[in-house]
């Protein structure tokens, strides 16, 4: 498998380092995309500057966006790398590559964490206590926020949607779950019928005026983080991919981005990002939870609410891919999850990335000629932590565990095994 491909990201050298950096360029330029490009350092490598906040700088081509952030932490590990993904059955000519942003962190892995560097410094300079947001009982988005909050000693509360059935009871320690209770995090469960007839903007409302009237200065995250503040995580993403690419020398070139669609702040990131850089890729995204006008229409507003000036169906095309319904899915799809883990090594989470790559390698399957010769860069947006919630469905697609057969002949001394 070719080995990873990083940025290099523009920050102050000294003159021994820019001439070193500028040999690595040469060197680097001479050898196949598939070789190591590693920077001189990155952000994260640098004592005291990961969960450090400062100012931030748009990318030349999105700084006619308005309004720009004043400021970002520093939360994710950065650059994710992109590499070659060996997926079967391609269509003629047609590459798959893939970024992995579900390697951004352990508790704060995935696309979550990019929005939320944006948001988490708003909600310090707005002099916020606590922070509220909400989203489905395995909510990666509520999970990597109760997290961040934690870092930046910020309470977080979390309204989790879920069963009628489930609503008064204890949610368990599943998956996301846990992480949130590890880190402290208030849990108040809703039910999906109340959540459907009040919905999520007044529910944290309400929940935000009991923290007011309690002396707390709350600062309220929409759903997935996904406003026109949070697309900027995105956009930064593309300044990000479009370093690596430029890395390459002109050899990786993108045709297409895809990705999975859950909120739209991502996609509108994306898709803003692309078409105003020199990327100028495809954004294809793949919704599973809302219908595909729905998310037109979402990105459209989070795009006028940045006075981008363009038209969501002109720079996105979105595709549904929901399934049997948000958070659910077939016994194929998880079949799907499982094959592609067994033989590429790469984990799909079974909410998002893996529902985009089985209808992109479908679509792929049913329409060869529209891929045939394309670059494809796939973009996993973490959320493993989900598929703890799957184990009863997929524990019988899952090879069985055995005991080793030791032969009765073996010499045996006791405590010559140490168990450490």
Not at 265 to 274: C, D, E, K, V
């Amino acid at each position: 498998m070719s080995s990873p491909l990083f940025l290099r990201p523009v920050i102050s050298l000294s003159v021994s380092s820019t001439a070193s950096t500028q040999r690595r360029r040469s060197s680097s330029s001479s050898s196949s995309i598939s070789s190591l490009l590693m920077g001189t350092s990155k952000p994260t490598d640098q004592i005291g500057v990961f969960l450090s906040k400062k100012p931030y700088q748009p990318p030349s081509w999105a700084s006619h966006l308005n309004p720009i952030p004043s400021s970002t932490y520093s939360l994710a590990h950065l650059p994710s790398p992109i590499h070659k993904w060996n997926l079967p059955n391609l269509p003629e000519n047609t590459e798959v590559w893939i970024k992995r942003d579900d390697l951004s962190g352990m508790q704060l892995s995935g696309n979550k964490v990019r929005k939320l560097e944006f948001l988490m410094a708003d909600a310090v300079e707005q002099g916020a206590d606590c922070i509220i947001t909400a989203g489905g009982i395995q909510s990666n988005h509520c999970r990597a926020t109760a997290v961040a909050a934690r870092y930046l000693n910020l309470d977080c509360y979390l309204i989790l949607r879920t069963s009628k059935v489930l609503v008064d009871k204890d949610p368990g320690l599943t998956g996301n779950l846990l992480v949130e209770r590890l880190v402290g995090a208030h849990v108040e469960l809703v039910s999906k019928e109340e959540y459907a007839k009040i919905g999520s903007e007044n529910l944290t409302e309400l929940l935000k005026k009991r923290l007011t009237s309690e002396g707390r200065k709350p600062y309220v995250i929409p759903v997935g983080g996904s406003n026109s503040l949070g697309t900027w995580g995105y956009i930064e993403a593309v300044r990000e991919i479009e370093q690596q690419t430029q890395m390459s020398s002109g050899k990786f070139q993108i045709d297409d981005i895809v990705v999975a669609c859950g909120s739209g702040g991502t996609i509108a990131g994306l898709s803003l990002g692309s078409r105003l850089s020199s990327l100028k890729a495809k954004v294809h995204a793949f919704s599973v939870c809302d219908d595909p006008d729905y998310f037109y229409n979402f990105v459209q507003g989070l795009i006028d609410g940045l006075h981008a000036g363009m038209d969501s169906h002109d720079i996105a095309n979105i595709i549904n891919a929901k399934g049997l319904g948000y958070a659910m899915n077939t016994a194929e799809e998880l079949k799907f999850v499982k094959h592609i883990a067994e033989t590429s090594g790469v984990v799909l989470d079974p909410v998002y990335s893996g529902k985009a790559a089985y209808n992109m390698l479908k679509d792929m399957a049913e329409n060869p000629t529209k891929w045939k010769g394309r670059k494809v860069l796939f973009i996993h947006t973490g959320g493993l932590l989900g598929l703890y919630d799957k184990t009863e469905q997929m524990a019988s697609m899952i090879g069985k565990c055995q005991k080793m057969q030791i032969d009765e002949t073996v010499p045996r001394e006791d405590g010559i095994g140490k168990m450490f």
